[in-house]
């Protein structure tokens, strides 16, 4: 069994095909295009990737994206660490281990501090606990990150926050700034990865929510993303990339509201999805109509250098991936 390091755009089908026949279902639909994109975020260095093969046998794969985190006074380049995927006939065996312990390696010799989202207890998040440090990097668990969930009712009471759709990804940068949190590391994306956001090939609205008084409150991006099910495909409406630099009910019940309706008439009923709703109260998401869904997510953010500044941090408004 061999672990080779990989040109994530060069192998972006062969990914595709073997993430769709890895996960699961129901699991994200790993289109060769949107593989594409996430492989395809501007920084310093490529994306690291590595496939485990047995023999002439893709066996398992892992793969990163590019992103610009802020913590206090501290920006700076991250690699987010996902996409792991085992043959399901290989679990049992070596390949999760070789694979694992290939990523890290990889991850270690770019230079670059890395995230990665697991769910809570899982074997993921139990193993990067055990395997980091001993592949030489500092470990700071993120979280957690209770999903939550939104449904549109009728009889609601219309906002009077104002949810603009624009097609300058640049009109983000206020609100992107004004948050300013100490606890968070904040994604902090700048004029060309805004860019590239816009370029997902998924529908998605880049929004900005203005109070009564014609006031910033703050920035979203909503996304359409596809999933595979047993039964076929099926839309789900996300909320990913929540810039509220002061969240309140208001604000985020209007943010829900104009997801719901957005592709409406492509795709009828719909539920919105809040994968990471990091550092607003309880009781703003109850108030604003958000239920908690079952699980969580869990985050570790690991570098070599102890003293990196990220490892002080105790959350990320980052989106899941």
């Known amino acids: 069994m061999r672990v080779e390091r990989v040109d994530l755009l060069e192998f972006a089908e062969k990914a595709s095909c073997f993430l769709l026949a890895a996960w699961p279902r129901p699991c994200l639909h790993y289109t060769p295009a949107y593989l594409r994109w996430q492989f395809g975020f501007p920084g310093s260095i490529p994306p690291v990737g590595v496939a485990v093969f047995d023999e002439d046998e893709l066996v398992g794969f892992n793969g990163s994206t590019l992103r610009r985190l802020r913590f206090q006074q501290t920006t700076a380049e991250i690699l987010l660490a996902s996409f792991a995927s085992v043959h399901p006939a290989r679990r049992g065996g070596r390949a999760p281990g070789t694979l694992y312990r290939g990523m890290l390696e990889a991850l270690r010799d770019c230079g670059l501090p890395h995230l990665a989202y697991a769910e809570g207890g899982s074997p993921g ?3 990067a606990l055990r395997a980091a440090p001993s592949a030489g ?8 990150f209770p999903v939550y969930g939104y449904v549109p009712h009728p009889d609601e009471t219309p906002a009077t926050v104002q949810v603009v759709e624009t097609d300058d990804p640049l009109a983000l940068l206020p609100a992107i700034r004004a948050c300013d949190d100490t606890q968070t590391l904040w994604n902090a994306p700048d004029e060309t990865m805004l860019a590239h956001y816009h370029k997902d090939p998924r529908p998605h609205a880049l929004t900005l929510l203005y109070g009564p008084e014609g006031d910033l409150r703050g920035a979203a991006i909503v996304v359409q993303a596809e999933f595979v099910t047993a039964q076929g495909f099926r839309s789900v409406i996300m909320l990913d990339n929540l810039f509220l630099p002061r969240p309140d009910a208001e604000t985020l ?6 997801a719901a309706g957005r592709w409406a008439e492509q795709i009828g009923s719909v539920r919105i999805t809040l994968p990471n709703v990091w550092g607003i109260d309880p009781g703003i998401l109850e108030a604003a109509g958000l239920r908690h869904r079952q699980g969580h997510f869990i985050a570790q953010v690991c570098a070599t250098d102890p003293a990196h500044p990220f490892l002080q941090a105790a959350g990320t ?3 899941i991936v």
Request: charged residues 15%; proline residues 5%.
């Open 125 to 127: 998040d139990l193993g």
């Open 253 to 258: 019940h209007a943010l829900c509201a104009f």
């Open 317 to 319: 408004n980052l989106e």
């Open 137 to 144: 990097f500092c470990l700071q668990r993120l979280g957690p």
